[in-house]
């Protein structure tokens, strides 16, 4: 079955072909019943189309000019750093506001009240009074802090508490030899942005505003914070002659740590047209990818190359913490030995390679290949990149006038899947997800055994479709959706999804998150896929850490005014 | 009103489906009447007011009871039961959205509360194609002007409100087929419904730009009621986190 055309893609298309060549790319796509199961899901890699990808390709090619005005940073590791950031018209600035090294190590969880850095994005001048009293707000108030519609993130890191210190030892150390295999120098503790705060809403930002894109704030913190980070220890090592600063070809593989938890799945369920835009694009490019009857040349075989020895790095990487990434470690290899044939032998399509990889490696290892073809498929990535903005704005809304007779056969047709799920099992309510007091940290309880089960938040799905199916069974023929609503207005959330359905495919995990048997590592790997992280790895089946903008060159304009003291 | 008062549109939109879950919505109500209750408030600054009022209220959710005029089988009366808008106003107006398709293009709404709901219902209605009149029923223009515009819009009690004549089209049709049936002839150039509306997408436009200043009061019940949803931490909860 092909993949079901989002609205507005046949006009998007229209500028790049015809609607046949549309419908190919649409069949070669995974049916949306295999792609959106959640041990598909947790296979998926970053792409060419993840969120980090797409904001690093904007810095890159369009000149982003990002350098360090001010840093001052003390022994004991506080003080302040704060980065000028010029894109064409526009000027922001990113300040650091950096605390002492604390007793020990952070988590960088939302029930913290304390981080090692906290940093402020702002649009506009550089203003120190400003500076000063959103440093002020920040760091006493932490999540209690408001900001000015002039703020566009905060944004919160801790420093790898193991690196620095062995740092601040005293003992010789090479940093080139410690980072060789890549990891990071700061890990991200969030991104506060949206109206978070009080700050100002990424949709309402101009047209022509280089961070008006879904994630693209959230995702530059997290590249701002690898600079920092690099700006961090560079000055460490001026001042500490025992230590090997990094060399650039270090920098380039070094990049900022991330951990995330539960929280992510409640996300992914909240948000369908999340899902949908960043499964259907990646899923669409590789099918822009596949279907291309003209043959890898030999920069694009290269280039595939490149992101797969990024890919048994990051599995490398990660094996160090999970074993369970050694056997993706080996089945890469495999990969990576079936493309370097392909580039001594007869010029091949990608879908050649692609069948030739099908048959050898694992689907965890192909699904690497997968994203490796969205990279050189420029032209796929760059539709992609205007469809997802697109089917991440698109309304919620019902049909009223729809009767009650078709949409129990749809629902039959599009959520069988769900339908057919014993929801009536402890196995199958094992679980609930809820906010807890301690700054609303997502967690995951018991059902049996836990409080706040009146409380849980929306994440059974197969649930709230079962209900739905059984009001739409108990209603007469001939009424609307209007009129069942009325009658029973707690159907009206899934009511909105199932009609999202109809105009986005992929807007559903086919699978029960509240199953004794469910993994939320699962997923969690997919949301941070889709971030555009690599290097992941499991903590536990409900933390998976990973390193976003490795591989990458470090693009910071290196010179630093050292201003005047203006923190007092 | 300091500027720390000032939420983001997206910000209250988050905030809102929690705390109209703990002023007893249903969950899977919540989560759309949290698009009525932020729009509202961007719009007329009354719709926190008017949840928070609703809160410790036992029975809010009383559904419409809907029969036919005696006068007219294809004019249904939606008795509301002293419900209010907040919850129910585009419910009503979806249910007679269908029902413009079998031919029922008017309505009478009666024993209401919280009137500017409705500014929300008949401008999403509208992006659907949709073209909807209200006008407090037997009323002039002049005077349907005034209830539109009034200060107390949404604070009378349910039982004092004016029946209200509600005339829907659905796409495709012309308006002015179904306004020929609205008494007291308004046309929808000269709506006073329509006046109030464009009036209010011209303030949610600024609020999504700038935020939405919130009254001391509204805001301290906010934080207070979205905090109860949280649930207690143990370590065994903090095993469970992420």
């Known amino acids: 079955m092909a993949m079901k055309c989002p609205v507005g893609l046949a006009a998007l298309w229209g500028r790049h072909g015809s609607q046949e060549s549309l419908a190919r790319v649409l069949e070669t796509m995974r049916d949306e019943h295999e792609l959106m199961t959640i041990s598909s899901l947790r296979r998926i ?85 400003r500076i000063h009293r959103e440093g002020t707000e920040i760091r006493e108030k932490v999540w209690g802090g408001r900001t000015t519609n002039d703020t566009l993130a905060w944004t919160f890191a801790n420093r790898s508490s193991r690196l620095f210190k062995d740092m601040r030892s005293g003992k010789k150390i090479d940093l080139n030899e410690r980072l060789k295999v890549g990891g990071y120098i700061l890990r991200n503790a969030g991104a506060y942005a949206n109206g978070r705060h009080g700050s100002r809403a990424w949709m309402m930002l101009p047209e022509d505003h280089p961070l008006k894109y879904p994630y693209r704030m959230d995702m530059f913190c997290l590249y701002l914070w690898r600079l920092a980070g690099f700006a961090l220890v560079d000055d460490f090592c001026a001042k500490h002659p025992e230590i090997t600063p990094l060399t650039e070809a270090t920098k380039r593989n070094v990049g900022v740590g991330n951990s995330s938890g539960i929280g992510t799945v409640a996300t992914l369920v909240r948000w369908p047209s999340v899902l949908a835009a960043t499964a259907f694009a990646r899923e669409f490019v590789i099918a822009h990818a596949l279907v291309k009857t003209d043959p890898l040349g030999l920069e694009e075989l290269e280039l595939i190359l490149e992101r797969l020895k990024m890919a048994v790095q990051g599995a490398e990487f990660a094996a160090q913490s999970d074993e369970a990434a050694l056997p993706l470690v080996v089945e890469l290899r495999k990969l990576r030995e079936i493309c370097e044939l392909a580039r001594s032998g007869e010029e091949q399509p990608a879908s050649a390679l692609f069948a030739a990889a099908e048959s050898a490696v694992s689907p965890e290892a192909l699904e690497e290949l997968r994203s490796a073809l969205t990279f050189v498929d420029r032209e796929g990535t760059e539709i992609a990149e205007q469809i997802i903005p697109l089917l991440i704005g698109f309304d919620r809304a019902t049909a009223p006038e729809r009767l009650v007779s078709e949409e129990r056969v749809y629902l039959a047709n599009e959520f069988g899947w769900a339908l057919d799920i014993d929801m009536s099992t402890e196995a199958s309510m094992h679980y609930f997800w809820y906010k807890s007091e301690q700054n609303g940290e997502n967690r995951r309880g018991e059902r049996r055994t836990d409080e706040g089960v009146d409380r849980e938040t929306f994440v059974n799905m197969p649930g709230a479709l079962r209900d739905y199916a059984q009001a739409l069974s108990e209603a007469p023929d001939n009424w609307t959706l209007g009129r069942l609503l009325l009658a029973s207005p707690e159907h009206s959330m899934i009511a909105a999804r199932v009609n999202l359905s109809r105009a986005l495919p992929c807007t559903t995990i086919h699978g029960n998150v509240l199953h004794k048997n469910f993994r939320p590592a699962d997923l969690i790997r997919y949301f941070l896929s889709i971030l555009g992280l690599g290097h992941l790895a499991e903590n536990s089946n409900q933390w998976v850490t990973g390193v976003g903008y490795s591989g990458i060159p470090v693009l910071l304009d290196t010179e630093v005014e050292r201003k005047q003291e203006v923190f007092v | 009103m300091s500027e720390s008062n000032r939420l983001g549109y997206p910000e209250l939109r988050r905030m809102a489906p929690e705390a109209l879950r703990m002023i007893g919505l249903p969950l899977g109500l919540a989560d759309r009447i949290a698009d009525v209750l932020t729009w509202t408030e961007a719009a007329t600054g009354r719709s926190l007011r008017a949840a928070a009022r609703l809160d410790g209220q036992e029975q809010h959710v009383v559904l419409p009871d809907i029969h036919p005029a005696t006068e007219d089988p294809h004019h249904p009366v939606i008795d509301c039961a002293g419900a209010s808008m907040l919850i129910f106003a585009p419910l009503i107006v979806d249910y007679l959205a269908a029902e413009s398709h079998r031919g029922v293009y008017s309505a009478t709404l009666r024993n209401y509360s919280d009137p500017s709901f409705l500014l929300y219902a008949a401008y999403q209605n509208s992006r659907a194609g949709y073209r909807l009149e209200i006008s407090p029923a037997g009323h002039s223009s002049a005077q349907a002007q005034k209830f539109w515009e009034s200060e107390e819009l949404g604070e009378a009690p349910a039982y004092g409100q004016p029946e209200l004549w509600v005339s829907i089209t659905p796409p495709g049709h012309l308006a002015r087929d179904a306004v020929s049936r609205f008494p007291g002839q308004i046309l929808p150039e000269e709506s006073p419904l329509w006046g109030a509306v464009r009036e209010a997408t011209v303030r949610v436009d600024e609020a999504k730009r700038t935020g939405i200043v919130v009254e001391d009061a509204e805001l301290d019940w906010l934080r207070d009621i979205t905090k109860r949803i949280r649930v207690k931490s143990s370590a065994r909860s903090e095993m469970q986190a992420g």
């Open chain 1, 45 to 129: 890699r970053a792409s060419s189309v993840s969120f980090g990808e797409s904001l690093y390709r904007r810095i890159a090619q369009d000149n982003w000019r990002i350098r360090e005005i001010h840093h001052r940073i003390e022994s004991d590791l506080s003080g302040e750093m704060v980065f000028e950031i010029r894109i064409d018209e526009y000027l922001l600035h990113f300040v650091v506001y950096a605390n002492p090294d604390g007793p020990g190590p952070r988590d960088g969880r939302l029930r913290d009240n304390g981080f090692d850095l906290q940093g402020v994005l702002y649009e506009g001048p550089l203003d120190w009074g």
